[in-house]
């Protein structure tokens, strides 16, 4: 403690804030991703497209094409996030979408994939899917393995990287909340945890940003239990989404609107 | 620019982050309160209610006495500000409740006071009140004056304290984002500026904690138009809302977790 106090002290006396320590998004990401690892690049204007599944969709509308409008963000982890990046970010006007449908999994995607993701030539492209990928091979007569969500996702990372070569990917992390009510420990591990090391995998073939949720639960569930962060385990409560905000921010190097 | 690149440099070679650089909410609060401003102290199960007008309400449901989720927030500031707070403080566990009321002023925040604010024992009582007190005397037939403002909302804080010795006060800067769509200029200025005089006058009587909107919003300005912050300049759309809960965070010194 004393410690921390005297570097704290001095952080105030030479006029720095608190925010210098290591957060907990920040924390996890330094330690998952390296210090040298891929960061967005934002220009004016820059489109910046949310796909997914469920937790991305976060019951947004869809009526319409709109952008940046709370209820065709929906209210999710992509609704905090994009809040963060148009404050942040106000000089560059960016236009974010959300095109998250609950239950997808990766085929879900490619199917609509052309329409609902080429179609906006995306700057920054984030993914978050493979949960249910998992998930519905439990629960319902999805016959998916790990092996099919690794090869359908690299063929539609490289169909997108084709199409749109100057493209940012953001791939996150699936992650479970363990302690949540749908997550069986014996159902779900060690089987899921390969959906997770397949991701960062991609992430590394196609040089995205990786944003390691599962760490970020992880390293959460030490100051409050499932029930506090995401109470099925699987889509997570405000706490939850506000903790994958940060993440995702500090993973891409967005959090700050300062340019070295 | 060499010197910034130079500061940013060491900065990053001491392992430090860019965020230590004065962002904009933060900025505004060392200039506007100091460094020696009051902060808040939350405790473990903190109480926090968010009281004001339809900038606070959001939208909200008013089904339950349900705390810190979604549809009871809002969609406003409050929310934005709760899922930072929610996420940063975890182990606090805070109930936070929001009760703004859209259209009100400052005598009918008394009229339900009670039942509205002191009924919840709030350990940290966060208000903003007073465009519509000025407003509603250009657009409807309302005869308040900023002696009445001041007077009815001193009292308001006067009675609550007396009631709850304790509790912590936040009291918002009421303000208007210059170039939307209702501010008249020479409706509105200087007659409002005497409102946003009169909040931190009595911020400064009750040792309360001020946030400095107007000057938040005033440098907003300079990185984008009023149409991005709050095209009607009276209710911030979601970069302003989420502008208002940097600030927020940044006044309270509830933006990190660590304590000195």
Redesign the interface.
């Given at each position: 403690m004393n410690t921390r106090?005297d570097f704290?002290?001095k952080g105030a006396l030479a006029g720095?804030?608190?925010?210098?320590?290591p957060?907990l998004a920040?924390a996890v990401v330094n330690k998952q991703n390296g210090l040298t690892a891929t960061k967005i690049n934002l220009k004016k204007d820059s489109i910046i497209l949310f796909q997914g599944d469920s937790i991305t969709d976060g019951g947004r509308k869809r009526d319409s094409n709109a952008c940046?409008?709370?209820e065709h963000?929906g209210?999710g982890y992509a609704l905090?996030t994009?809040?963060?990046l148009?404050?942040?970010h106000?000089?560059k006007?960016l236009k974010i979408y959300n095109r998250g449908i609950s239950g997808n999994k990766v085929y879900q995607l490619r199917e609509r994939w052309d329409a609902e993701a080429l179609a906006f030539s995306p700057d920054v492209l984030s993914i978050l899917i493979g949960v249910n990928d998992y998930w519905h091979t439990l629960t319902g007569d999805y016959k998916g393995t790990v092996e099919i969500y690794e090869n359908d996702l690299r063929a539609l990372l490289k169909y997108t990287k084709d199409k749109l070569p100057n493209i940012q990917f953001v791939l996150c992390e699936p992650f479970t909340v363990k302690g949540g009510r749908a997550i069986n420990d014996t159902q779900w591990f060690p089987m899921f945890d390969a959906y997770r090391l397949a991701a960062k995998k991609l992430a590394d073939e196609f040089s995205a940003v990786f944003v390691p949720f599962q760490s970020a639960f992880d390293e959460?569930l030490k100051?409050?239990p499932a029930s506090?962060?995401a109470a099925d385990g699987v889509h997570p409560d405000?706490?939850g989404?506000?903790?994958m905000a940060?993440v995702w921010l500090e993973a891409t190097g967005l959090?700050?609107?300062?340019e070295?």
């Open positions: 106090r704290l002290k720095l804030s608190l925010a210098m320590l957060e920040k940046n409008t709370l963000l209210n905090f994009s809040t963060q148009l404050k942040t106000a000089e006007q959460a100051l409050a506090y962060w405000l706490p989404r506000q903790l940060d959090k700050n609107s300062y070295l």
